[in-house]
């Protein structure tokens, strides 16, 4: 008699301590094929892999050998400046005190006050588990605001309120629908303030804002700061068809990297591929939001382009001359759509955003057309190379029709991005004076 499947765990593993081995069968019976594992020295994510697990189970060395395989120059260094000859399967205890730790103290000291803004609508489950990873955050200088968008029910308020009472907790209602209009009202609400975005089905690593603030302090000409996320569980397929195709932080992995105008000639800012981050793990300094005029109305969740609202923001920061930091250290865990219908909708919005927001760019600056038809064979090579960073990491059980489905998206995008565009004219329109 077969076992039930379990696509994959997914295990978070600090090579100073304790290297655990992961079973084949889980607690609930079901058989393990697969293990996706974060590697992290002193907390520091060092690198990811995924790893088959055989019916005998992974044990802490074969754990230890993936991670020699995955991330062995940086652990080497790391190992050689903790006076240590190699990770054991035993807790150890370094001889010096490690400088990514050092560094993360001096940070602490003086750490700046963030906002962290979470919107939503109708999730309650879901944001309750977020604002719990927020509270348990180890930053000393936060709040948590979050935007009730064109609430139905009070369900959001309730959960605001019942965490309000165990922190820095409040509560905004932004009663017109769609996300950027949510996101313009937290702005609204919170001038002059850092602002950290995270989405209600994400949690956040106990030192999101820790790394955040490390950012902050080591590039202070970054305007932007995007961290890494990573996948908080691949129970089904469908999310392990997620994270194939990329998950949300396509072909960056856990290298630090840096966007600007210096940096324009390696990777356009028209052309997010690997991105320059995403919505659900953004920074922004005070006052860049309001000079690239805030997020555009007609995109993001809730309007016919479906997304792409901080694809077009990270874009015009750039174009504007602004730069964009991108911080693997800060890690936050998303819950991947969990069944097949909500991960075709997903991919048709992705690629439905990005034209919408191409169609943004060139109604503001029609000149760019001719940089973006200069970038338009490297977007075919992009769609239809079976190298390319859009489709190599796909494995042979992925569904095709998930990325004719992103095709189709990108299609619809300009129309889309018209009709939202009416959409939010109106809605301006026969909004009542203040």
């Known amino acids: 008699m077969s076992l039930e499947v379990l696509p994959a765990v997914v295990r978070d593993i600090e090579l100073t301590g304790a290297v655990p081995s992961i079973p084949a069968v889980a607690g609930d019976g079901r058989r393990v094929e697969q293990a996706w594992i974060l590697f992290r020295w002193f907390s520091e994510p060092l690198g990811a892999t995924l790893l088959d697990v055989p019916a005998t189970g992974l044990t802490g060395a074969d754990l230890i050998a993936?991670?020699?395989?995955?991330?062995g120059d940086a652990l080497a260094e790391r190992l050689a400046a903790a006076g240590l000859d190699r990770v054991t399967t035993e807790a150890q205890t370094p001889a010096t005190e490690s400088a990514f730790l050092a560094r993360r103290r001096e940070v602490l000291a003086d750490a700046p006050p963030i906002t962290v803004v979470i919107c939503t609508r109708e999730r309650p489950g879901d944001l309750a588990r977020c604002l719990d990873s927020l509270l348990?955050?180890?930053?000393?200088?936060?709040s948590v605001l979050v935007v009730d968008n064109a609430p139905t029910t009070e369900a959001t308020s309730e959960v605001v309120h019942a965490a309000a009472r165990r922190g820095p907790v409040r509560y905004l209602r932004e009663p017109q629908p769609g996300l950027s209009f949510a996101r313009n009202a937290a702005v609204a609400a919170a001038p002059?303030?850092?602002l950290a975005w995270i989405d209600d089905d994400e949690v956040a690593d106990p030192h999101w804002l820790a790394e955040v603030?490390?950012?902050l302090a080591d590039h202070p000409e970054?305007?932007?700061?995007?961290?890494?996320?990573?996948?908080a569980e691949l129970e089904t397929r469908a999310q392990?068809?997620?994270?194939?195709?990329?998950?949300?932080?396509?072909?960056?992995?856990?290298?630090?990297?840096?966007?600007?105008?210096?940096?324009?000639?390696?990777?356009?800012?028209?052309?997010?591929?690997?991105?320059?981050?995403?919505g659900a793990n953004m920074t922004f300094r005070p006052g860049v939001i309001e000079k690239i005029g805030g997020w555009d109305v007609a995109l993001g969740a809730g309007t016919p382009a479906m997304g792409s609202e901080d694809t077009l923001a990270f874009t015009q920061v750039l174009l504007g001359g602004g730069t964009i930091v991108y911080q693997p250290t800060a890690v936050t865990w998303h819950y991947h759509r969990r069944d097949m219908a909500g991960l075709h909708k997903q991919m048709?919005?992705?690629?439905?955003?990005?034209?919408?927001?191409?169609?943004?760019l060139l109604l503001k600056k029609p000149s760019l057309i001719f940089k973006l038809l200069a970038l338009a064979p490297t977007a075919l090579r992009d769609l239809t190379g079976s190298d390319s960073l859009r489709v190599s990491t796909l494995q042979a059980d992925f569904p095709r029709e998930l990325l004719g489905a992103n095709r189709r998206g990108m299609l619809r995008g300009p129309r889309a991005y018209l009709r939202g565009r009416r959409a939010a004219k109106a809605a301006a329109r026969a909004k009542p004076a203040r």
């Open 213 to 215: 603030a490390r950012a």
């Open 136 to 142: 348990r955050q180890e930053y000393p200088r936060f």
């Open 192 to 194: 002059g303030e850092i």
């Open 348 to 360: 048709v919005g992705y690629g439905c955003g990005l034209t919408a927001a191409y169609t943004s």
């Open 66 to 71: 993936a991670a020699e395989a995955e991330v």
């Open 240 to 278: 392990v068809w997620f994270e194939q195709f990329g998950g949300h932080s396509k072909g960056r992995g856990f290298r630090p990297d840096t966007f600007s105008p210096a940096t324009a000639h390696i990777q356009s800012p028209l052309y997010p591929l690997p991105p320059f981050g995403t």
């Open 222 to 231: 970054a305007d932007v700061v995007s961290g890494v996320i990573v996948p």
